[in-house]
């Protein structure tokens, strides 16, 4: 078999693989699949997703069907102001047996990690994921210990307006890959949900349909989907285009080129083509940008929002001509 039949094989795999973790959360999440695609998405790009919205859309009950899909190794931090680093890290304690310090790994040493309500914590146990986020690492005690492969933080945010909340600092949103919205379902998804639910919802729970070798070779095919330069230009001029708007205090990072040129490498594989379409940049550009970028206060306080910035410079940037 040649390169470019192996290519295309591993790019069907990827797309079957997509569609089959999909098919497992809806056992859950009437609907959703925007929602769903793009989890699957950050996962596949070796990014991180967050997911913000009001209590009761089901941001948990997605996160946690989504990591019991993927039957890897499984850890839940429900944040709390009371929570310290070392609760999410794990900690040094003294064996009185062995006359010498035993590590005790906290939750961030799984596969996949659920930080539910993250920004319910203070930010000093908030950068506690730093590191783990953007290394794949931690150090505790002056020591560096490495995650398991794959390592994919799913977290739940609520709306900062909240009681009780703490705003995400600008370097922890930008280590997550996309941020994504659930919003209210449809009125036929909602009535949906109630049949579905009407007892207790047994037999109703995700099951594992995928495991780390499938998700490794997955990912494997997202790295050689291809970018054109007219594709890559167009990224480029996005970026561009945030970072010369007055409204903006803090436009796109390189970083953030780089979050969505993969994103959209991503997406096109789950849509099982093996090069990225100026559709998939525009599709990615809101859930990979908007979270990054700083509203100037006076903009904010005439009701601008960064992601409306993102779609108004969508529809000026000249989007390239596939040729």
Known sequence: ??????????????????????????????????????????????????IEDVPG??????????AASLGCDFGRIQFTPD?????VLGVNLFDMNSRDFEFRPGPVFSQVLLADEINRATPRTQSALLEAMQEGQVS???????LPRPFFVVATLNPVEME????LPEAQLDRFLLRL???????????????????????????????????????RAVDGVTVGTQVRDYILAIVAASRSDERLRLG??????????????????????????????KALAIPALAHRLVVDSGA????????????????????????
């Open 252 to 281: 796109a990072s390189p970083r953030a080129a780089l979050a969505l040129q993969r994103a959209s490498q991503a997406q096109a594989a789950i849509r099982g083509r093996a090069y990225v379409m100026p559709d998939d940049v």
């Open 83 to 87: 929570l310290v680093p070392a609760d």
């Open 181 to 219: 919205e659930l919003g209210y379902p449809e009125p036929e998804e909602e009535a949906a949900m109630l049949d579905r639910f009407r007892g207790d919802g047994g037999g109703m729970e995700a099951t594992a349909v995928a495991g780390p070798d499938e998700i490794a070779q997955a990912q």
């Open 164 to 167: 009780g909340t703490f705003p």
């Open 300 to 323: 904010r306080l005439r009701g601008v929002t960064a992601a409306r910035i993102v779609d108004e410079i969508l529809d000026t940037v000249t989007v390239p001509i596939e040729g």
């Open 1 to 50: 078999m040649s390169t470019a039949e192996d290519h295309s094989a591993s790019i069907e795999a990827a797309q079957r693989f997509a569609a089959t973790v999909r098919e497992s959360v809806q056992r859950v999440i009437v609907g959703k699949s925007t929602a769903i695609d793009l989890a699957i998405a950050a996962l596949l790009a070796r990014g991180h997703v967050l």
């Open 140 to 146: 505790i005690d002056g020591q560096t210990r490495a």
């Open 57 to 66: 859309t089901g941001k948990t009950t997605l996160s946690k069907a989504l």
